[in-house]
T-cell receptor, first 112, second 110 residues
Framework: DGGITQSPKYLFRKEGQNVTLSCEQNLNHDAMYWYRQDPGQGLRLIYYSQIVNDFQKGDIAEGYSVSREKKESFPLTVTSAQKNPTAFYLC???????????FGSGTQLSVL | SQQGEEDPQALSIQEGENATMNCSYKTSINNLQWYRQNSGRGLVHLILIRSNEREKHSGRLRVTLDTSKKSSSLLITASRAADTASYFCATGGSARQLTFGSGTQLTVLP
């Protein structure tokens, strides 16, 4: 089945720790995105990538980093600089820049 | 602030009834999209309507767009318990510019 796989489903971060969320897609999509969702709110864009080895900051990039070494993979690292990381993180992809988004099932990150 | 805002924030109806939710936005758009999110899951795309379209249908879903009023509505006909979810509108010129509202929580009672 084609789709987007996010792992892990649940993740816990200790104070001062960096954690990495995985996102893999086999849809052959060029563009990939990371969103953050807080309870009862909409999605906010963290980072996006339109092609391999290129990515751009979204609205709330501070405290996060990404890489795009392969077309299929777009991991997100939540660094210790992100002081309020508890949220639901969603990865998405699209065929092109003006198309619908396909989403993974999300990772819930909590702070211990 | 977010571009698209849904109304109402929460809606509760009986199975078989129609559900209507609205989205208002502030600036010009190329397209408007509606997504559904089941609790604790990712979003699923429902419909994309372009700025030069006024109405679009997909199964039990009907979306209208009024660019003069900067608003859109999503109608779900003959609702089912499985339609219980949050519904989001997303507006913007391109996928990387999409902004999402805070959603309408729809509960369909059996």
């Amino acid at each position: 089945d084609g789709g987007i796989t996010q792992s892990p489903k649940y993740l816990f971060r200790k104070e001062g720790q960096n954690v990495t969320l995985s996102c893999e897609q086999n849809l052959n999509h060029d563009a990939m995105y990371w969103y953050r969702q807080d309870p009862g709110q909409g999605l906010r864009l963290i980072y996006y990538s339109q092609i391999v080895n290129d990515f751009q900051k979204g609205d709330i990039a501070e405290g996060y980093s990404v890489s795009r070494e392969k077309k299929e993979s777009f991991p997100l690292t939540v660094t210790s600089a992100q002081k309020n990381p508890t949220a639901f993180y969603l990865c998405a992809s699209s065929i092109g820049a003006d198309e619908k988004l396909f989403f993974g099932s999300g990772t819930q990150l909590s702070v211990l | 602030s977010q571009q698209g805002e849904e109304d109402p924030q929460a809606l509760s109806i009986q199975e078989g009834e129609n559900a209507t939710m609205n989205c208002s936005y502030k600036t010009s758009i190329n397209n408007l999209q509606w997504y559904r999110q089941n609790s604790g899951r990712g979003l699923v795309h429902l419909i994309l309507i372009r700025s030069n379209e006024r109405e679009k249908h997909s199964g039990r879903l009907r979306v209208t767009l009024d660019t003069s009023k900067k608003s859109s509505s999503l109608l779900i006909t003959a609702s089912r318990a499985a339609d219980t979810a949050s519904y989001f509108c997303a507006t913007g010129g391109s996928a990387r510019q999409l902004t999402f509202g805070s959603g309408t929580q729809l509960t369909v009672l059996p």
